[in-house]
């Protein structure tokens, strides 16, 4: 995050301003909402939403788009609750094979395309409600890295 923009995220929170839990699904700067509640804005990129129109978001991510998508979350993958107990149990636990030594690093190849790709599902939408020529082009831009990415990974 730039210098700049640090400052002025310094000069809202002084002002009564809450930084929120979200970032801007454009820049990924962290959300801002107003003392009284009304608005919430962005300081990279200075979009600016009502309070209840705000669409609910997670990393920038809509939650609506992640339904879509079909995905389930993190927390609700019964293997991962499988880990976890499995962990917790203690020196029972076996030492993982070589298979699940090498399935686990294309797990979280799988994890981070299909983030990218609800990400890519996202900014196209906002690709289509976009006017501001600067605005078209971050999103492009954006889109660009993610399709990158999201190549590399499903290469390997």
Known sequence: MPSDTSS???EYLLKGWAMMGDSCPECCVPLLRSPDRVRMICVGCHSEWPSDETP??????????????????????????????????GPSRTSPTVEEEEEEPRQW?????????????????????AVDMDTIDRIMATMEKCSNVIERYSKH
């Open 56 to 89: 609910n978001l997670s990393n920038g991510v809509t939650q609506q788009s992640q339904k879509l998508v079909g995905q389930k979350s993190y927390d609700e993958q019964p293997e991962r609750s499988r880990q976890l107990s499995s962990v917790q149990e």
């Open 109 to 129: 190849k799988q994890t981070v395309a299909c983030s990218l790709e609800r990400k890519m599902e996202y900014l196209a939408k906002r690709l289509d409600d």
């Open 8 to 10: 002025a995220i310094g």
